[in-house]
């Protein structure tokens, strides 16, 4: 285990709710557009996975919790 980060919190937060379902299947629809159009997708879907990985170690809430 690391020490300081909940790892069921971590894989459990793209299926947490509908809206993060929703988001969790854009993602991979756009990492199977990957195998079509090589580089570009996986830019997008990282930056993505990294805006979400802050937001988990920083303990916020999804977009879509904060703006509505």
């Given at each position: 285990?690391?020490?300081?980060?909940?790892?069921?919190?971590?894989?459990?937060?793209?299926?947490?709710d509908a809206e993060t379902?929703?988001?969790?299947?854009?993602?991979?629809?756009?990492?199977?557009?990957?195998?079509?159009?090589?580089?570009?997708?996986?830019?997008?879907?990282?930056?993505?996975?990294?805006?979400?990985?802050?937001?988990?170690?920083?303990?916020?809430?999804?977009?879509?919790?904060?703006?509505g």
């Open positions: 285990m690391i020490p300081g980060i909940d790892l069921n919190q971590i894989f459990l937060f793209p299926i947490k379902r929703k988001y969790f299947l854009i993602g991979c629809a756009v990492s199977l557009a990957g195998f079509i159009i090589p580089v570009i997708p996986y830019l997008l879907l990282f930056g993505y996975v990294a805006r979400i990985a802050k937001q988990i170690f920083k303990n916020e809430s999804p977009p879509h919790d904060r703006m």
